[in-house]
T-cell receptor
Framework: EAGVVQSPRYKIIEKKQPVAFWCNPI?????LYWYRQNLGQGPELLIR????????DSQLPKDRFSAERLKGVDSTLKIQPAELGDSAVYLC?????????????FGPGTRLTVL | KQEVTQIPAALSVPEGENLVLNCSFT??????LQWFRQDPGKGLTSLLL?????REQTSGRLNASLDKSSGRSTLYIAASQPGDSATYLC?????????FGAGTTVTVRA
């Protein structure tokens, strides 16, 4: 069974440029999560989707970040414009139903460097 | 807000020694606690999940305990091997949200 797929794996951009990350969850998983992991810290949730609906985006900086999950399958996270402080690893995860007892499966992440 | 702390931040042991990793959390109203492994440049791999009603979980050389009332969990890795070198993160689940600690980076010396 294929795991969570993310692309690109690495991205280097100049500040003020836009950037987008793509995630394809495990087949059949209804819940999708985007996390940001700063160096030396644990991941922090940015947004959680149940199918197409963003059910928790309270930690998403909405002035520059946006996300979508069309058709309830793969998802895109966008930053526009990027700032130096956005340098981090962006992780996507999925779970079967989003219940608190469900295991979340993580992708390899996209390492973003903003110069 | 849930705060998760992992001590120590880094640990270096000779091969064969048992590992003890600690995790503490401030809000005991959790659904479950998970231990993850993260290799450099890789995503997170779930090692063990302990439901709030359970006291411990075991998988091979790994054993995790949970004391919800005191807000603590411990991950034991028996007879460590160089392949166990990685960062280990614990995460607690409150209302569908995972809160992570910063991790313990383990180095097992051959």
């Amino acid at each position: 069974e294929a795991g969570v797929v993310q692309s690109p794996r690495y991205k280097i951009i100049e500040k003020k440029q836009p950037v987008a990350f793509w995630c394809n969850p495990i087949s059949g998983h209804n819940t999708l999560y985007w996390y940001r992991q700063n160096l030396g810290q644990g991941p922090e949730l940015l947004i959680r989707y149940e199918n197409e609906e963003a059910v928790d985006d309270s930690q998403l900086p909405k002035d520059r970040f946006s996300a979508e999950r069309l058709k309830g399958v793969d998802s895109t996270l966008k930053i526009q414009p990027a700032e130096l402080g956005d340098s981090a690893v962006y992780l996507c995860a999925s779970s079967l139903e989003g219940r608190s007892t469900d295991t979340q499966y993580f992708g390899p992440g996209t390492r973003l460097t903003v110069l | 807000k849930q705060e998760v702390t992992q001590i120590p931040a880094a640990l270096s042991v000779p091969e064969g020694e048992n590992l003890v990793l600690n995790c503490s959390f401030t809000d005991s109203a959790i659904y479950n606690l998970q231990w993850f492994r993260q290799d450099p440049g890789k995503g997170l791999t779930s090692l063990l999940l302990i439901q709030s009603s359970q006291r411990e979980q075991t998988s091979g050389r790994l054993n995790a305990s949970l004391d919800k009332s005191s807000g603590r969990s411990t991950l034991y890795i028996a007879a460590s091997q160089p392949g166990d070198s990685a960062t280990y993160l614990c995460a607690v689940s409150n209302d569908y949200k995972l809160s992570f600690g910063a991790g313990t980076t383990v180095t097992v010396r051959a």
